[in-house]
């Protein structure tokens, strides 16, 4: 599909169209083959063409989007006056900074260190603060090169950066992404470690797709899986809002000790654990030596739209030969980022302060509230129901049915918008995910609608 | 060299050491060979060595630091003011947003291309608002791939993401990074471009190196560059501050043309030039069919901490098989970044405004005024000076002399610290580089230094 984006909106019809016939001038350089191995987006684009279709067919409804993982809630003031605060101050000579530590702001670092890893064994120099998580995926995998295998959680992303086309596609034509998936699948296309695209089995080529599902608690069996130098695990989990035990992590840590392979750890929605699973993958005896973490403000403090995460990476954590990994990190992030904006960094140091915890525990304690309110709506209603305890997402099955269709049931009946879990992979066939990301409101009003639908 | 900060404090020597003997265990993910191909930085630790060890033979020495090309000036408060509003909305139901487009703000994206691009025939569409240069040259190196093949200037930093160790390194041990630098070698490095370091020549094989002297008016005899995929060019240049011509320009999208290349054209100091240099490279009849434009607010508003640039790339840039390279790299930007933040992007957006626009000729103003004092105080001690006229770096010539001596020599006698030219590059001996970034009694007082120096 062509980004309209990139054409003017005159010309803009928002259908894929052959490059022009009246092409001036082509440079000689090859496009880059991992590049077109990419997959244009069919999920959300497709949401959203089905949401512009329901708009105009119902003009006046409530469209209610629990589609998108997107923070809704203001972001707590003392996170945002510290943030104004270091603004105003670079306006002053005793205020003003220049470039900073690509690695983040040495303060922070042990902060995140302290707070988060306490006696974990990581410390200020472990922690490398980010604009995101996303992006320190897509370094990492720079890091890993073109050589390195991956294995990845089915359902996830098979498909990623896939273009959102808002409410207004209609008329703007204007494409947005998606913007809370990890784009784990996407960037390892495109730093070449993967085969073609198998249009089959929705699997691209080289890439250990590990099986999550209802049947085996939504935790691979590690037995049927291949061997591969890095593995990506996300828990608590988006989209199945699963959380891996203590005792499946410490398989886990196992499994990549065996192998020798390095696990990169999702743990971006740990804060939002109520029960002892592990929050980070340091809590497992022996995973500094095979693993690292990547996590994120976004969720916390609703820092979505603000760009602020880490990565922990354990200097126990070595290549075969001996080499820190980290090390090799460090010189990627001086080379490929400049470190995190400043202002952003204060307002990171003030989520760490002990009355910025308070707030954000009460941040995520909003959203799981509405969690809860959409669990026990589905639960009443006698579905099974996973996720939502640890997570904000909440995993409805429907067995037997194909996600799209109930997709599209609950869309044309109760004007709500979620995501049909096929759209993660194979193995999200039959469900739909409702996150719990939106104002309370809208959450009752989705609940009231859904019981009126399922009764 | 070990990287210190990843050591404990305790046990860092600040020296090189072989992985400790007590290595419990290693992962079987062998090193990414790319990365071994990197060489130490040499250039900035040995200035710091140098500064150093200059500080313990004079503990007193009032230091000044010409070396490094970091704003040192408070960044205008209507541009701070909209940052902290921007921070504060946030907390605010209404003011409060999530995701962004990873492209950037709509807004900004118009006031860049209508502010710096005008009548050139680059839109909104076009311009890809990122958090700074050098995070896009990495960017754009995975959109180009591993079997790109690249140009540099000669001199530039054939070395990259150099640690810089600050003034107190002996004591901490802190190690950062140079940031100035956009990282074309290393990260071409990085993506498996580049062949290995040939340490008798100073030079990556693989990589064409354009000789930019006094001989040549700095700009390479481009009928003895051979055809690459990608040319990096930066004018206003750093280090030698010189600043391409029309007619030069012209040449060089002709030498595109001819090749069939993309020019990656560095601008990031256009809005230091004082004459009619062309400020971008579309200003060139034909350059939008080769080339595209990486900018950034950093040496503009005192950005560098805040982190935010840009870069242009016209619809009209095509790969041999017609593909449009915006499109890729608008799939690059939405699987490996998530935009800039939205605090930075307001910011932006006050940069562009009448006001803003004022205020960010003053901060130049102010360097420029710096600059004008360097190059004048050098020219009136008989030095032949490079640089300076439109760009905040002056090279200074010392025919015949190395450029470490001379270095040493300044140090020595008036306690300044500049850059050897010849760290930057085979063509850069017999060179220094001062830089313009200082508060004005610094500058003021090293001018009294060198004329005490040199009269």
Same mark, same amino acid.
């Given at each position: ?131 995101? $998580? ?42 947005? +992404? ?67 035990? !203590? ?20 743990? $971006? ?52 030969? =001996? ?16 470190? +995190? ?49 640890? +997570? ?8 037997? !049915? ?20 096929? =759209? ?13 990301? =939106?104002? !309370?409101?809208?959450?009752?009003? $989705? ?9």
């Amino acid at each position: 599909m062509v980004s309209p984006s990139l054409k003017s909106p005159r010309s803009c019809k928002c259908v894929a169209t052959a490059p022009s016939e009246t092409i001036a001038y082509k440079t000689k350089v090859p496009r880059n083959s991992n590049m077109a191995k990419l997959q244009a987006g069919y999920l959300f684009p497709e949401i959203a063409r089905r949401r512009s279709a329901h708009l105009l067919k119902y003009p006046d409804a409530q469209v209610i989007s629990l589609g998108i993982g997107d923070t809704t809630e203001p972001i707590p003031e003392v996170i945002t006056s510290a943030m104004a605060m270091r603004s105003h101050s670079l306006s002053t000579l005793e205020g003003y900074s220049g470039y900073g530590a690509e690695q983040g702001d040495k303060k922070l670092r042990a902060a995140i260190a302290s707070t988060f890893y306490g006696d974990l064994g990581i410390d200020e120099a472990d922690i490398f603060v980010s604009d995101g $998580a996303k992006c320190d995926i897509s370094r990492l995998q720079l890091l890993f090169g073109s050589n390195a295998t991956i294995a990845v959680q089915d359902p996830s992303y098979p498909v990623r950066g896939i273009p959102r086309i808002p409410l207004t596609f209609v008329h703007t034509c204007t494409v947005m +992404a998606t913007k809370e998936e990890k784009a784990y699948v996407d960037s390892s296309v495109i730093m070449g470690q993967t085969g073609l695209y198998q249009k089959d089995i929705e699997k691209f080529g080289k890439i250990e797709y590990m099986r999550c599902t209802p049947e085996n608690g939504f935790f691979p069996d590690l037995s049927t899986i291949s061997r591969t130098d890095v593995i990506f695990f996300c828990s608590p989990n988006n989209p199945t809002g699963s959380t891996a035990s !203590r005792e499946q992590l410490t398989q886990l840590v196992q499994f990549a000790r065996d192998n020798g392979s390095i696990i990169v750890f999702d743990s $971006a929605y740990a804060m939002y654990i109520s029960d002892d699973s592990p929050r980070s993958i340091f809590e497992i005896p022996g995973a500094k030596e095979v693993a690292m973490e990547v996590s994120s403000f976004s969720k916390y403090a609703g820092f979505t739209g603000v760009r602020l995460g880490w990565t922990a990476i354990p200097k126990e954590l070595l290549y075969s030969d =001996g080499f820190p990994i980290a090390k090799d990190f460090n010189r990627i992030v001086c080379t490929c980022f400049n470190g +995190a904006s400043n202002i952003v960094q204060a307002g990171g140091l003030a989520c760490l302060s002990a009355e910025g915890l308070e707030a954000m525990r009460s941040v995520v304690g909003y959203y799981r509230e509405n969690t809860k309110i959409i669990v026990d709506t589905f639960t009443s209603l006698g579905f099974k129901v996973y996720g939502g305890k640890n +997570a904000p997402y909440v995993w409805v099955h429907f067995p037997g !049915r194909s996600s799209w269709d109930v997709f599209a049931e609950i869309l044309e009946k109760t004007h709500i918008v979620t995501t049909p879990g096929s =759209g993660f992979g194979p193995a999200g066939d039959g469900f739909i995910r409702v996150s719990a990301f =939106g104002h !309370r409101e809208n959450v009752i009003e $989705a609940s009231r609608r859904f019981k009126q639908l399922y009764k």
